[in-house]
T-cell receptor
Framework: GAVVSQHPSRVICKSGTSVKIECRSL??????MFWYRQFPKQSLMLMAT?????????EQGVEKDKFLINHASLTLSTLTVTSAHPEDSSFYIC??????????????FGPGTRLTVL | SQQGEEDPQALSIQEGENATMNCSYK?????LQWYRQNSGRGLVHLIL?????REKHSGRLRVTLDTSKKSSSLLITASRAADTASYFC???????????FGQGTILTVHP
């Protein structure tokens, strides 16, 4: 299947700094990417839908000024956690949708980024 | 919002036994999918079942869907220690790709 990468896989930062996480579709073009957040031993919560060339759509309760999403190309979406605080520590996972004609558009998930804010 | 509820939350079995996990949801759906996640890793897509399908097989996996009860089950037959992971169901209400995940079942298969 198609491959989605995330970088970095793990990041530790000080409180107040901003952290950028990249999500790349390696062998297909993704018009839509999704960003999820997962707390330990919990499920994935959709944060936002990232559409190439347009503004991201955020889920209710997600601060768009806190979690900046940019989908500048068909293979790259970035999530920037601005002024990170310890409560932002989490596992962030992206997925990319491979468009197919006449069928289901399968989603492929990245390996995740573990963010720890000290 | 999380619309999927899964049970059991944790399941511990011996190698060779079958494992059954259940998922319930609240609204109408376009399809339901099952994913696997090894500890601290990304998700692997296992199987998708459309709303007009009732049962689907893939290798040792069998998925059923009952839209009248808004529920699905995932059966893993002849389990192996390598099947140890968290399993999540996810529903898609439209064809736009937005998934809502269940709480997950932690499966432990003892060798």
């Amino acid at each position: 299947g198609a491959v989605v990468s995330q970088h970095p896989s793990r990041v530790i930062c000080k409180s107040g700094t901003s952290v950028k996480i990249e999500c790349r579709s390696l062998d297909f073009q993704a018009t839509t990417m999704f960003w999820y957040r997962q707390f330990p031993k919990q499920s994935l919560m959709l944060m936002a839908t990232s559409n190439e060339g347009s503004k991201a759509t955020y889920e209710q309760g997600v601060e768009k000024d806190k979690f900046l999403i940019n989908h500048a190309s068909l293979t790259l979406s970035t999530l920037t956690v601005t002024s990170a605080h310890p409560e932002d520590s989490s596992f962030y996972i992206c997925s990319a949708r491979e468009p197919r004609t006449g069928g289901y558009n399968e989603q492929f998930f990245g390996p995740g980024t573990r963010l720890t804010v000290l | 919002s999380q619309q999927g509820e899964e049970d059991p939350q944790a399941l511990s079995i011996q190698e060779g036994e079958n494992a059954t996990m259940n998922c319930s949801y609240k609204t109408s759906i376009n399809n339901l999918q099952w994913y696997r996640q090894n500890s601290g890793r990304g998700l692997v897509h296992l199987i998708l079942i459309r709303s007009n399908e009732r049962e689907k097989h893939s290798g040792r996996l069998r998925v059923t869907l009952d839209t009248s009860k808004k529920s699905s089950s995932l059966l893993i037959t002849a389990s192996r220690a390598a099947d140890t992971a968290s399993y999540f169901c996810a529903t898609e209400r439209t064809s736009y790709g937005k998934l809502t995940f269940g709480q997950g079942t932690i499966l432990t298969v003892h060798p």
